[in-house]
C-alpha cells in the first residue's frame, strides 16, 4: 500500500509541472509579478563553506522574504555582500550569540550548517564531539525563539545531530518530529549523477531515492528503483553504491585539508529548504528523502521516548505540507542487496541516534 502511494507520488512528481520539483531559484518564477507569502529564513552558520553559497541560493529564492544570517565569524561581511543582489530577500546579518534571538524570531526554517567539516582520515562522527554542543546550544535557541519553524539540520553527523535537537526540542516542551529533518538530499544529488553518468542518461530525467542514515553504510541508495530504468549490471550497482555512501569522502580527500563538500552541499541544501516552503506555501506532491522520525519500523519502543526513525533511523521519502512533514511515505520495494544494506546497517544508525540521545541527557 505505502509502496503504490510512494511510486504514485513520485510519478506524479516527475510528471507535475515545475512548480513541485525544480527549486524556486531556477524556475522562471523568480520573474513572477505575484509574490508569494512572507517567509522568513534563518540560516546558522551563514559565514561558513556552505553557509555562502546557501545565503546566496536563498537569496535568489522568490519564496524568501526576510534572511537572517546568523554566525559567531564573519557575518557582517557576507550579509552585506549578499544583500546587493536584487532579489526579493531583505537581509540581516546577526553577528554575536546576543543578537541570536533576534535572527530566530519569526522564522519560518532554520537551516543549520554550523560546526566544523571532517579532514581526511575523519569520520563523521569524529565531528561529535564539537558539532554535538554547537548543534545542542543552537537547538535550545531555537526552542525559545522560534520553537515552530521547521528545522534543516546539515551539520555533522547528521545520524547524532538530529536526534541531538529532537531531545532538546523534547525537553522544552516543543518536539514536533513533523519539523525537524536531516538533510540527507547530497546522497541524492550524488547518486543522480553517479547514475546518470553510468547509464548514459540525461541527469535532468534521473531520480533516485537514498534512504538510511548520512555516514557509510548508512547511507543507502535505493538504484532499484531509479528512474529512467536502464540494464546496469550487478557490479555496476555495487559500484554506484559504494561510490554514492564515498562520496563525501571522495571531496574531502580531494580537499586535503581544506574541508569538506560546501558547493554541492549547498546546492543540495537550497534544493531542500526549498521544498519546505514549498510544502509550508501549500504546493502539492512535494516529496523529497529526509532523515526524520517515523514509526515506520518492525521494533518495539524499547523506551518510551527513544527516538524510533523508520526502522532505528532510516532517511525516508516525505511529503511535505503546510506543518511540515505531510506523510512518510515508505521504503518501497526492496532488491535482495538492498534489504542486505538496509540490514547491515541498522546497528551503526541505532547507536548514533542513542549517542545523540544521550548526550543531551546526560548518560
Ligand atoms: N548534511 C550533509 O550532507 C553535509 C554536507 C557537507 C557538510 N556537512 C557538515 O556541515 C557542517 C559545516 O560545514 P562547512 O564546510 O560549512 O564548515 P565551515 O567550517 O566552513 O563553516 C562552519 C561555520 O559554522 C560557524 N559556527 C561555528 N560554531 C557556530 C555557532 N555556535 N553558531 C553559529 N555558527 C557557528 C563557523 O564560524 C563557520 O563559519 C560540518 O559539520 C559538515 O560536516 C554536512
Ligand atoms: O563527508 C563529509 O564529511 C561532509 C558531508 O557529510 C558529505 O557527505 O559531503
Known amino acids: ?16 509541472s515545475s512548480a513541485a520539483s525544480t527549486p524556486s531559484c531556477l524556475s522562471r518564477r523568480r520573474f513572477s509579478s505575484s509574490p508569494a507569502p512572507e517567509r522568513k529564513v534563518a540560516i546558522l552558520g551563514a559565514a561558513g563553506g556552505i553557509g555562502q553559497p546557501i545565503s546566496l541560493l536563498m537569496k535568489l529564492n522568490p519564496l524568501v522574504s526576510r534572511l537572517a544570517l546568523y554566525d559567531i ?5 557576507v550579509a552585506a555582500d549578499v544583500s546587493h543582489v536584487n532579489t526579493r530577500a531583505e537581509v540581516k546579518g546577526y553577528a554575536a550569540e546576543e543578537q541570536l534571538g533576534q535572527a530566530l524570531e519569526g522564522s519560518d526554517l532554520v537551516i543549520i550548517p554550523a560546526g566544523v567539516p571532517r579532514k ?10 564539537i558539532n554535538a554542543g554547537i548543534v545542542k546550544s543552537l537547538s535550545e535557541a531555537i526552542a525559545k525563539y522560534c520553537p515552530n519553524a521547521l528545522v534543516n539540520m546539515i551539520s555533522n553527523p547528521v545520524n547524532s545531530t538530529v536526534p541531538i535537537a529532537a531531545e532538546v526540542f523534547k525537553s522544552k516542551g516543543v518536539y514536533d518530529e513533523k519539523k525537524l529533518f536531516g538533510v540527507t538530499t547530497l546522497d541524492v544529488v550524488r547518486a543522480k549523477t553517479f547514475y546518470a553518468g553510468k547509464a548514459k542518461v540525461n541527469v535532468a530525467d534521473v531520480n533516485v531515492p537514498v534512504v538510511g542514515g548520512h555516514s557509510g ?10 528512474t529512467p530504468k536502464t540494464n546496469l549490471s550487478d557490479e555496476d550497482i555495487k559500484a554506484l553504491t559504494k561510490r554514492t555512501q564515498d562520496g563525501g569522502t571522495e571531496v574531502v580527500e580531494a580537499k586535503a585539508g581544506k574541508g569538506s563538500a560546501t558547493l554541492s552541499m549547498a546546492y543540495a541544501g537550497a534544493i531542500f529548504a526549498d521544498a519546505c516552503l514549498k510544502g509550508l506555501n501549500g504546493v502539492p506532491d512535494v516529496v523529497e528523502c529526509s532523515f526524520v522520525q517515523s514509526t515506520v519500523t518492525e521494533l518495539p519502543f524499547s523506551r518510551p521516548s527513544m527516538l524510533i526513525f523508520l526502522v532505528t533511523g532510516e532517511s525516508e ?25 538496509l540490514e547491515a546497517l541498522k546497528t551503526e544508525l541505532k547507536s548514533s541516534i542513542e549517542k545523540g ?6 548518560n
Do not use: C, W
Open 357 to 362: 540521545v544521550a548526550f543531551v541527557r546526560g
Open 317 to 341: 521519502h516525505v511529503k511535505l505540507g503546510k506543518n511540515g512533514v505531510e506523510e512518510v511515505l515508505g521504503l518501497g520495494p526492496l532488491s535482495d542487496y538492498e534489504q542486505q544494506g
Open 1 to 16: 500500500m505505502k509502496a503504490a502511494m510512494l511510486r504514485s507520488a513520485l510519478r506524479r512528481r516527475r510528471s507535475s
Open 73 to 77: 565569524a564573519g557575518t557582517p561581511g
Open 120 to 129: 581526511p582520515g575523519m569520520t563523521r562522527d569524529d565531528l561529535f564531539k
Open 217 to 226: 553504510i548508512t547511507i543507502l541508495p535505493l538504484f532499484s528503483q531509479a
